[in-house]
Structures are given as structure tokens and as C-alpha cells.
């Protein structure tokens, strides 16, 4: 007889991405074939054991029903693998589709003989050798199910498991059924081979099938678990044939039938368990819907399959047993048998521990390397119990935290922590405990860690799981969390007097009016005030710019400590401060007033005590506007009233604190009205003229672009100098028209005349670059524009397109340098605007960094190419130690964004070498050349390059080589060649002009 195969129902199969997963729907999807198949398969055992009526349809059914289930099964396999053909097993359920087809066939004229022709089966049968050709494809498609061995000695160790458990079940089956008369009545050698082949087939099936449960792969578990166990109740059915007491009673129809029934149902059913739970031919499921596999679970599969082989032998020995169990003399098959499973089992053990001892050479090679690298990282490696206490530290720890690793050992991690970080660290510990490891297998952790010597450390861990615990892979990142915090206070911070800036008091004035714009009863309690120092200028000219700026320092100083603990002191700029008085709102307006007038006048008694500066004694005065908060008051609004406050305080006289008031304002805005149309004028004249400075390569002194610069000519033709008349690029933003406009210097008032100065300035450094161009000399210039005016849509991206092309201008001979980005500049239209020029390919500088108004911001949102150093940090980057680190600070950070740098006001040759060693590119200064007219500035483009600091040259008679602006290395002889010929500083610090009457 053999095995037999039943029929599963077509079921619809669902689009792959309309069948979920998980869900009710999917769970009764799945459901319904499994109560299908056991429906079927109850209903022919309980057939079979009710005879099924009539032994005519126990016949048909045993004989016919057996082959259509058969059939149905081999027709849903060879489906499957013509429907899939993606799936890895493919081949697989084809042999199995070819499996089922011979027992069809077999089981069909099996009943042919007894359905139709009603004659006995002769023996042999076509039949016969039907059910002899079922086992090998199924033994081969088991073989494509199997994990595959990687090695020679995994097949060596394969095919001796199969023949341990082969052989064992041939000792076990010859010594209980295969010995038995009844196989040898057979008259020729053939039909004999032709009884015992099947029985064997049976056998070497059944080993594949054991062995494939051990070595089954971990996907399609499923589907294998199934064909498994449909061959294994097939195989089951065989064996129970194969007893001589069932073999001699058995018909059509019996019980027996419904084993072979079931086990068709089983192989029919097993690749669309596949298809239904993931085998390939659809996405995976999602990493929250995998549960991972149950603790334990692979310990016990491994163990099971260790002592297989000795369970094989086992089962051997009781064939053996069994065999001589009367005395007589043991079967030849019998002993033939068993010592091939013995020696099966010495070789298998010998190759295992030869694997093992190669296993073991091999794990303590990478225990030593990764001890190796444990011990020999920088980065500190521990394993905390998930308790908190510290099972392992690496060695890094001595020299990290300052302790020895032994000794940290057993105790708390939390211990070693800072008090007000171990509160978020355990929430973050907990949080990533929760989280499922496949949706987040590691985290981040930043905190304070106490070294030995008493000091925090600031420290960055990156946390993993670890059996049942925690590791933490930790560095020490203290410098690097210094360096930002130092970098984020000098963007906020004036670096001459650590005072904050502007972009910082702008800031505390939004947040002490956060209250205000509601209209709340202590909108009179705020007040800003605007200080100057008048005379300041005069100590600049008489004693020194150092001077200056150790007066400015002290007046800092006296500034910060005057003003109570809550107030804010700030530098704006120049010899300009300002002080925010923060109300509290317990006392009526009047008083108020009263109270911060007196604080104004203190400081003012203040600020104009003698200063010690150069060993003599310096006097200037103080000029203080008071404004208060009104209610729906913008920050800038307040400021400029203040502003407005303090240039009244000027106009009186000087040395006053004055209170701002609306009354003046008409006369502002008719001297403001005068200043406008002077400077149209001025304009319509021509009374402007161009030069340009070159900026020069710091490593080769090659000349990299020019620096267009517009001065006013007077009616003699003398050009002013620089920031004369005019108007100031750096001033402040004009408030609302109901609050009055600004005084003459202001922009508000300088508006319209700032932007026709800033669009000539554009179209004849245009012109004349386009001139330059066609003359051979190509290269860029840079022409400095207010960030105010690029927002207001006077100057368009259009507008600079259509100009570069009226002339004939590349796009990148055209460098931009934005110029004042305070944090009161709509920096997303400027990022726009600016964006919009990068596209057409003009360059981008951002302007005087590291001056009173610029900050981090436009950094971080502006597309720039180069980064233009201010003159403050230029002055003091040889004497100042601060300013020089600030400067190589800012140089690493243009550096890592891909920027150049520009160094403005680098008078001298020492400011230039020192900007190159901190790693500056470019410098522009009258260390180089001074501005220069177009007839000069070609000479200087024809000759190519300057002579930089350090790179001194000699000629013949002369003495030492100095580098003077705007010429070529001058000499000395005699006693005049001692040193370098001094050059006058540049002054950056300039006393704020009072506005003409």
C-alpha cells in the first residue's frame, strides 16, 4: 500500500496588499481553511470507522476518494509554485506536486482493479511501482526545505544524522516486520526487492523528515511544519501497512485510509500556510507585529538535536535486542546494520569535536580582540545591572574619570551622577526599557559625571541592551560643551566688553514687554535707557585707540555694577550703551518715573568720574535718553524712543539724562526732511566718487577681488573719509510713523537717501567691473549692501540680473557682502533675497561677523560664501588673547561651513600674520594698499600681488624692508631702518556725532 494525499478547497486567494497581518479579519481568514480541513478529515475517519455504509462505497471511497485527494493535492502544489514564482521553495512544492501525482496515480488503479474490473490486485501491479516512485521526490524536496550546510563537514555530519536514524528505524522495522515470511514468498529475487523496496523508501523518508525538524530553516516555519507532519503521518500509515497482521486483513475503505487522507489534506493545505503568514511573496510584516522568539525556545531545539544521534543508536540497540531476544543467532542484516550505525556515530562524534575544538580556538581569538579593543579605547565602556550597579569598567575609566575601574565595581551608576540630571536620566533609561528593540536598539544620553577630583564632566553615553542590563559606551565631551557655550556667549556678547549686545538687549526687551502689548496696568513700570559717552572721541585721537578701548571697558564695569540684579547692561556699539529697568508694578507711574530718572542720573554721576587709562587720567561725560514702556509698545519702538531721548540729551548741552516726549518731533522730521533732499542732491550732482581696496590671498599675496567703497568728493574734490557724510550703514531701524521719525543720522530719516547711495553705488561698481572685464582685468568686486535695504524691495534679484546683463557682467564677478544683520531683519525675505542671488550666481559675503550686531542666526540661515571678520576683532587679534581666540573660533567654524574669510581693516603687517596663523584666507587693509582710484587700481591689478606679513624682501643698499599701504616694499637706511614703519590704527571706536541743527 502506500501513502495517500486528500484534497484542500480552493480558497480565494487575496491581493498581497489587501491581506493584512494581524486583526479579527485576518485571524478568521486563517481559521476558516483549518476548520475546513478538519471537517473533511473527520468526516472520512468517521466514514471509514462506520464501514461507509456498503463495502461498494468503502471501495470507491478507499480506492477513488484516496486518489481524487491525492490529485487535488499534487494540482494545489504545482499551483503554488507556478502562482509564486518568488518564493525560495519553489522547487520544493513542484517534487511534492510530483509526489502526490504517484499516489494519485497508484490509488486510481488501485481501484481500477477493484471498483471497476472488481478482480483482486495482482502482485506486482502497475500500482506498485506508483507508490514506489512517491518517496523520492518527497526525500528531494525535503532536502530543498533543509538549511543547507555551509561546509564539508556539515553534509558529512547531515548525511551521517540521516543514515544514524535511517538505520536505526531499518534495524528497529527488520528485526518486527521486514524478517517476517511473508515478504519472501515472492518465487523471484524482483518480487522480493519489489516488497522490501517500499518498507526501506518508507524508511530513508522518515530520517529526512527527522532530520529536516532539526535543521529546518527559520522562515516558511510554518509551511515546513506542515509538510513535516504530512509526510510523517503518511510515513506513520506505511508503517502500520507494513505489520503482516493489518497488511492481512486490510481492504479498501478501513480506518487505515483516513491516516493517508489526512495526510494528503496536510501537504495540499502547507504552502498556502506559507502564502498566508509570510513566505515571500508579500511584504514583511512590521517590526511591531514580529514577537521575538520565546526565551529558551532555541536551547531546547539545540539540546533535542545533540541527543539525537545517541536516540538513534538507541533505538538500534533495542533492534539488536529484540532480534535475539529468543537466544538464537543474530540477523545479518540486523548486525550488518547496527555497526554501520555504530561507526556513523563515531565519526559524527569525531567531526564534532573537532568543530569544537575549532570553535573554541576561534571564539577566544575574538574574545582576545575585543578585549583588545575594550582595553585599548578611549571611550569608557560599562555594564550596569538593571538594578543600577555596575558590573564591568574598561580601564579608559582611570583616565576619564579619574577612578580606578576595580573600585567602581559594584556600585551605583546614580551615585556618580549630578543631582539635577539624574532625574532625566533615569526617564530616559526607563522610556528606552520600554521601547521595543527592534523599533529603537540604542539611545543617547548626555549628563554630569563627578571626577575623582571633585570636578563635573560633562559626558555623552550611547545606552544599548545587554542581557537582562544596560551598557554605556560614554566619552568625555567637556570641551566641546565649553566651546558652544563659548561660541553661543560671544554671538551674544560684545567681545570688548563681555556686555551683552544688541541682539541680546532686543531680546530681554521683547521678554520684559511680553506682558505689555495687552495693555496691563504695569505697562509704565519698563523703562530703557540709551547712554553715550560725549568726549569720547577726543581720548581716541589725543591718547590711542587702546586707550580707548581699556575706557571703554571700565565704563562697562561702572555700568554693570550700578544697575540692580534683574536690570540688563549692554554695549551697542561704539561708545553706545544701553540699560533695560525692569518694573515690578507695586508703585503708581509718577513714582516709577521718579525712581528710574534717579537711577539714570546715578549712572551718569557714574559714567563721568576720571578714568585711569595709559598711566594718566581721562574725562568724558554722559548723555542718557530715558524712554518707558507704553502699552502695545514694540521693542523696537521703545529702543528708538530712547535713541531719540539721548541724541535730545546731546542737543541740550551733553552730560544730561532726558526723558522722551513726543512734542520735538515735528522739528525731527523737518530737519530729517532737509538731510534727504541734501543727500538727493548730493546724488543728482555727481559729487560721489568710486574707489576700490583691493582684498588680498593671505598665502600667496595674490590680489583675489576688490572692495567697491563710494566717498563723497567736496566742491575742492577732497573725498571725505569713510563714515563722514554718509550715512552710517550700521544704524538703527526706524519705528512706526505715529511715534515720530529718527534724528538726521538714523535711517529713518536717511532712508530714501541710504538707497539711492546704495543703488549707485551697485550700478557704478557694475560699470566699472564691466570695464575692467573687457580690459583683461577679471576680477570680482564686492560691493557692500545694508541688509535693511535688500528687504524693502528697492534692490530685486531682478533688478541685479538685469544690471550685470546691461553691462555684460558675469553673474560671479559680483560679490554681495550683507552688511548689518540684526536680529530685527526679517531673515526669512532675506534668506529669499538671498537665495534668489545665489541662484543667478552672484556671490555672497556676510559682513563685519563678529561686530555689535551680528550673531549666529544669519549664519545658520544664510547661504554665504565668505565670512567678513569685523574690524574689532581685527584691532585687538595681536594684543588680545580673548579677541584671538574668539577670532580662531569664528575662522574653524567659516572653515567647517566651506567659507573663506575676509579680514577687514588690516592695517597693519602683525594683524596680517597673525590672521593668516589663525587660519584666515583673505585680508583687505592698509596693510595691502589703501583705497585706490581706477587708474591705480589697475596698476596694482597689472602688478597682481602684495608683499603679506612675514615674506620680507631686500634689495641691494637698503635696510629693512617694511610693507606701507598702497605701495610696494619701502626701505629705510641709517638709523631709521630700526623697525617697521608704523602705521596710524584705524579707529573703530568713534564718539556718536550729535545730529546738525
Given at each position: 500500500m502506500s501513502a495517500r494525499e486528500a484534497e484542500q478547497p480552493r480558497f480565494p486567494r487575496f491581493p498581497r496588499t489587501a491581506r493584512p497581518h494581524g486583526g479579527a479579519g485576518a485571524g478568521e481568514r486563517q481559521a476558516f481553511p483549518r476548520l475546513v480541513l478538519a471537517a473533511l478529515c473527520g468526516a472520512y475517519a468517521l466514514g471509514a470507522l462506520l464501514g461507509w455504509g456498503s463495502p461498494a462505497v468503502a471501495l470507491l471511497m478507499g480506492d477513488f476518494g484516496l486518489s481524487a485527494a491525492a490529485f487535488a493535492a499534487?494540482?494545489?502544489?504545482?499551483?503554488?509554485?507556478?502562482?509564486?514564482?518568488?518564493?525560495?521553495?519553489?522547487?520544493?512544492?513542484?517534487?511534492?506536486?510530483?509526489?502526490?501525482?504517484?499516489?494519485?496515480?497508484?490509488?486510481g488503479i488501485w481501484g481500477w482493479y477493484e471498483v471497476v474490473l472488481g478482480v483482486p490486485v495482482p502482485s506486482p501491479s502497475a500500482a506498485d511501482f506508483c507508490f514506489l516512485l512517491f518517496a523520492p521526490p518527497a526525500i528531494v524536496g525535503l532536502l530543498v526545505l533543509a538549511k543547507r550546510p555551509v561546509s564539508r563537514a556539515g553534509w558529512t555530519r547531515l548525511v551521517l544524522d540521516t543514515w544514524l536514524v535511517g538505520g536505526s528505524l531499518l534495524t528497529l522495522s527488520w528485526s518486527l516486520a521486514l524478517d517476517h515470511p511473508s515478504y519472501w514468498r515472492g518465487e523471484s529475487l524482483s518480487l522480493v526487492a519489489l516488497s522490501l523496496a517500499y518498507p526501506l523508501m518508507d524508511i530513508v523518508l522518515i530520517s529526512m523528515v527527522l532530520a529536516l525538524h532539526f535543521r529546518r530553516s527559520s522562515t516558511h516555519r510554518s509551511a515546513v511544519n506542515t509538510v513535516i507532519g504530512a509526510l510523517a503521518l503518511t510515513v506513520l500509515c506505511d508503517a502500520l501497512f507494513t505489520s503482516p497482521l493489518l497488511r492481512e486483513n486490510y481492504s479498501s475503505g478501513q480506518i487505515l485510509d483516513a491516516g493517508w487522507f489526512a495526510g494528503s489534506l496536510l501537504l495540499a493545505y502547507?504552502?498556502?500556510?506559507?502564502?498566508?503568514?509570510?513566505?515571500?511573496?508579500?511584504?514583511?510584516?512590521?517590526?511591531?507585529?514580529?514577537?521575538?522568539?520565546?526565551?529558551?525556545?532555541?536551547?531546547?531545539?539545540?539540546?533535542?538535536?545533540?541527543?539525537?544521534?545517541?536516540?538513534?543508536?538507541?533505538?538500534?540497540?533495542?533492534?539488536?535486542?529484540?532480534?535475539?531476544?529468543?537466544?538464537?543467532?543474530?540477523?545479518?542484516?540486523?548486525?550488518?546494520?547496527?555497526?554501520?550505525?555504530?561507526?556513523?556515530?563515531?565519526?559524527?562524534?569525531?567531526?564534532?569535536?573537532?568543530?569544537?575544538?575549532?570553535?573554541?580556538?576561534?571564539?577566544?581569538?575574538?574574545?582576545?580582540?575585543?578585549r583588545s579593543l575594550v582595553q585599548g579605547s578611549s571611550d569608557v565602556i560599562m555594564i550596569a545591572s538593571p538594578v543600577g550597579m555596575l558590573r564591568y569598567v574598561s580601564p579608559a575609566a582611570a583616565g576619564v574619570y579619574g577612578r580606578e575601574p576595580d573600585k567602581l565595581v559594584g556600585s551605583e551608576l546614580a551615585s556618580l551622577i549630578h543631582p539635577e540630571d539624574l532625574g532625566r536620566v533615569l526617564h530616559e533609561v526607563r522610556r528606552f526599557l520600554a521601547t521595543p528593540p527592534r523599533e529603537e536598539a540604542s539611545t543617547r544620553i548626555e549628563c554630569r559625571i563627578r571626577h575623582a577630583s571633585g570636578r563635573w564632566l560633562n559626558i555623552e553615553s550611547t545606552v544599548n541592551r545587554y542581557q537582562g542590563g544596560l551598557i554605556f559606551n560614554s566619552r568625555d565631551v567637556t570641551e566641546r560643551v565649553r566651546l558652544q557655550a563659548q561660541l553661543q556667549h560671544n554671538a551674544s556678547h560684545d567681545p570688548l566688553t563681555d556686555l551683552p549686545n544688541r541682539?541680546?538687549?532686543?531680546?530681554?526687551?521683547?521678554?520684559?514687554?511680553?506682558?505689555?502689548?495687552?495693555?496691563?496696568?504695569?505697562?509704565?513700570?519698563?523703562?530703557?535707557?540709551?547712554?553715550?559717552?560725549?568726549?569720547?572721541?577726543?581720548?581716541?585721537?589725543?591718547?590711542?585707540?587702546?586707550?580707548?578701548?581699556?575706557?571703554?571697558?571700565?565704563?562697562?564695569?561702572?555700568?554693570?555694577?550700578?544697575?540692580?540684579?534683574?536690570?540688563?547692561?549692554?554695549?551697542?556699539?561704539g561708545d553706545e550703551f544701553a540699560a533695560l529697568i525692569v518694573g515690578d508694578g507695586k508703585c503708581d507711574r509718577a513714582e516709577r518715573e521718579y525712581r528710574v530718572l534717579e537711577i539714570a542720573e546715578r549712572l551718569r554721576t557714574t559714567l563721568s568720574r576720571p578714568y585711569r587709562v595709559e598711566g594718566g587720567e581721562a574725562r568724558v561725560a554722559a548723555s542718557i535718553g530715558v524712554a518707558f514702556a507704553e502699552p502695545g509698545v514694540t521693542p523696537a519702538v521703545l529702543m528708538r524712543h530712547a535713541d531719540l531721548a539721548m541724541y535730545r540729551a546731546k542737543q541740550a548741552g551733553k552730560n544730561r539724562v532726558e526723558l522722551y516726549a513726543s512734542q520735538p518731533q515735528a522739528e525731527a522730521v523737518r530737519r530729517a526732511e532737509l538731510t534727504t533732499d541734501r543727500l538727493r542732491g548730493v546724488l543728482a550732482e555727481s559729487e560721489f566718487a568710486l574707489l576700490h581696496q583691493p582684498v588680498v590671498e593671505l598665502s600667496s599675496g595674490k590680489i583675489a577681488s576688490?572692495?567697491?567703497?563710494?566717498?563723497?568728493r567736496s566742491a575742492r574734490g577732497v573725498l571725505f573719509p569713510p563714515g563722514g557724510p554718509l550715512p552710517a550703514p550700521q544704524a538703527r531701524p526706524a519705528p512706526p510713523a505715529q511715534y515720530g521719525p529718527q534724528p538726521p543720522h538714523g535711517p529713518a530719516a536717511d532712508a530714501r537717501g541710504e538707497g539711492d547711495a546704495g543703488r549707485w553705488l551697485l550700478r557704478r561698481a557694475v560699470e566699472q567691473a564691466a570695464?575692467?572685464?573687457?580690459?583683461?582685468?577679471?576680477?570680482?568686486?564686492?560691493?557692500?549692501?545694508?541688509?535693511?535695504?535688500?528687504?524693502?524691495?528697492?534692490?530685486?534679484?531682478?533688478?541685479?540680473?538685469?544690471?550685470?546683463?546691461?553691462?555684460?557682467?558675469?553673474?560671479d564677478a559680483l560679490v554681495v557682502e550683507l552688511a548689518d544683520t540684526d536680529p530685527r531683519v526679517s531673515l526669512d525675505e532675506l534668506e529669499l533675497w538671498v537665495t534668489a542671488l545665489r541662484r543667478i550666481g552672484v556671490g555672497i559675503t556676510l559682513d563685519g561677523f563678529g561686530g555689535a550686531h551680528s550673531g549666529l542666526a544669519a549664519l545658520r540661515r544664510l547661504p554665504a560664501d565668505a565670512l567678513r571678520l569685523d574690524r574689532a576683532l581685527v584691532d585687538g587679534v595681536v594684543d588680545s588673547s580673548r579677541v584671538r581666540k574668539i577670532t580662531s573660533g569664528l575662522l574653524r567654524i567659516a572653515d567647517d561651513l566651506g567659507m573663506l574669510s575676509v579680514a577687514d581693516g588690516v592695517d597693519l603687517p602683525e594683524q596680517a600674520e597673525a590672521l593668516r596663523a589663525l587660519g584666515c584666507t583673505h585680508a583687505q587693509g592698509a596693510a595691502f594698499s589703501k583705497p585706490l582710484d581706477e587708474h591705480r587700481l589697475r596698476r596694482a591689478l597689472a602688478r597682481g600681488s602684495y608683499p603679506v606679513a612675514g615674506e620680507e624682501q631686500h634689495f641691494p643698499g637698503a635696510g629693512r624692508s617694511v610693507v606701507v599701504a598702497g605701495s610696494l616694499p619701502a626701505h629705510r637706511s641709517g638709523p631709521a631702518a630700526r623697525g617697521p614703519v608704523a602705521h596710524p590704527p584705524f579707529r573703530s571706536n568713534s564718539e556718536t556725532s550729535v545730529p546738525p541743527t
Open positions: 499534487a494540482g494545489s502544489c504545482v499551483h503554488y509554485a507556478r502562482t509564486h514564482p518568488d518564493t525560495p521553495f519553489r522547487p520544493a512544492w513542484t517534487l511534492f506536486g510530483i509526489s502526490s501525482a504517484m499516489a494519485g496515480l497508484g490509488n502547507a504552502p498556502w500556510v506559507g502564502c498566508r503568514e509570510g513566505d515571500g511573496s508579500r511584504p514583511a510584516p512590521p517590526r511591531a507585529a514580529v514577537r521575538p522568539p520565546a526565551p529558551g525556545n532555541g536551547a531546547v531545539a539545540g539540546s533535542l538535536a545533540a541527543l539525537a544521534p545517541y536516540l538513534a543508536a538507541a533505538v538500534c540497540t533495542l533492534g539488536i535486542l529484540y532480534n535475539v531476544r529468543d537466544g538464537g543467532a543474530i540477523d545479518p542484516v540486523v548486525l550488518l546494520t547496527g555497526c554501520t550505525v555504530v561507526l556513523a556515530l563515531v565519526v559524527r562524534q569525531g567531526i564534532m569535536l573537532l568543530e569544537n575544538i575549532r570553535l573554541t580556538q576561534e571564539l577566544a581569538q575574538k574574545e582576545n580582540h575585543f541682539s541680546l538687549f532686543t531680546e530681554r526687551v521683547r521678554l520684559a514687554l511680553g506682558g505689555r502689548r495687552r495693555g496691563d496696568a504695569g505697562a509704565g513700570h519698563t523703562a530703557v535707557l540709551y547712554i553715550d559717552l560725549d568726549g569720547f572721541k577726543a581720548v581716541n585721537d589725543t591718547i590711542g585707540h587702546q586707550a580707548g578701548d581699556e575706557l571703554l571697558v571700565q565704563a562697562a564695569r561702572r555700568l554693570r555694577e550700578a544697575v540692580r540684579a534683574g536690570d540688563t547692561a549692554a554695549r551697542l556699539g576688490v572692495a567697491a567703497q563710494a566717498r563723497r570695464e575692467r572685464h573687457q580690459a583683461g582685468y577679471r576680477v570680482p568686486v564686492s560691493v557692500r549692501l545694508d541688509a535693511r535695504r535688500l528687504t524693502d524691495r528697492s534692490t530685486t534679484p531682478a533688478t541685479v540680473e538685469a544690471l550685470l546683463s546691461r553691462h555684460g557682467l558675469p553673474p
